[in-house]
DNA sequence: AAAAATGTTGACCGATCGTGCAGAAATCAT
DNA sequence: ATGATTTCTGCACGATCGGTCAACATTTTT
């Protein structure tokens, strides 16, 4: 018997497969949900049989929650990195450039998360309200010490970062609206002039 | 025989039941979406059996696609009251208003319209590329003029749209993980926080 | 090479779901 | 009241899906 999803990774040949399958699965669940995809579609597209992919993971469910966690932090990490040694404004427009970078070539793990997140983030368990919350507290700090010292304009900082979120990750969520209403000229050049726009209508907003 | 769902709409006790089951239907997919919920979820939200539904109906899609039909005109409303007639800035305040309380009031048709376009909208057929298109094309060209008469100061029309459809809509789809971050206390007064935010940033960036 | 561990597949099961249909039950028209 | 129409239910079929298990194949270890 293998069991090769229980316990620790051991060879390299599992690992590869466990990727390919962690791959498969975010293109498949990213596009169907986790119950509009099925376990033979996740397999095809890991050119993996059905019951193998079983083997490598215990079932639909684990494959969609270790895949959730192992991007979880690779998705808040740009949030992470934002410092307060840096100049204010930098600060808050090289995170916009990076979240507009993730919506451009990250779109399924962010269409993954905001899936799971309207659907009331079930599997999320209580991450949000402890290690999201405390992440966005201490970064809000920042910011909040940042207007206090009036190097930037007095807003909420919470919505702040929540207008961010929202103005970036939209690109990548509602790519296909953003496509039908733009059309296919001004459709090319969406990502660039998303950064372009929302970082000036920040700097105009956060100028003391 | 019946067909209930086929032909124009006759007794008022049809327009109740298949009323009953939209609300229903209305709660059930827009928490589970539209593979991950049941006929029998949506029967019994709607206080009937499962065979019940079908008869009003002529199946579990037929439910999905006239509901998103019967709420899409609701749902743009807003943005087709933008007027050219009034004041610039107010017209655009008042959009912002209407849409953040859309996000408090209607949280599941926003939820519903998410999902679907996450998705890739393909029940949503060539609507977004031809009347959305318009309508948005038309609007923006309104507020192109304010900026061109000087009244506004210049921005990309379509992505400050994009950006108010965002920002306002994340508190609907996004309301478990806008809670969390906030905390209880601070998620009392989430949505005028949200619109007092908004519209503050509105007023920064477009002020000429 | 033999044995052990790992990897893969075919056959299949139980459960769920959407749907069709005959007919019962209720309502309405005359 | 009688017949017609509408409304509702019981029954069940076919399809799909997640998951199991034993057998087979491959690789690794000794």
Redesign the interface.
Known sequence: MARAGTTARKTRNQMEKRQAIFEAALDVFS??????ATLEQVAKAAGLSKQNVVYYFNGKDQIYAELLESLLQKWVQPLHDLSAEGDPLDEILTYVSRKVQMSRNMPRES?LF??E?????PRLGDV??TD??TL??DKAAIIQGWMDAGKL?P??P???I??I???T???A??D???R????PE?SATRFE??EA??K??LI??L?P
Chains 1, 2 share one sequence.
């Open positions: 596009e169907k949900g986790l119950r509009g269409r905001a899936t997140i309207l659907h009331g983030a949000l309200p999201l919350k966005v507290d304009a807003l909420d919470h919505h702040l929540f207008s979120w929202s103005m990750q939209h690109y969520d509602f296909v609206q953003v039908s209403v733009l059309g001004r002039d998303a726009f929302i000036d209508m105009r907003t100028q």
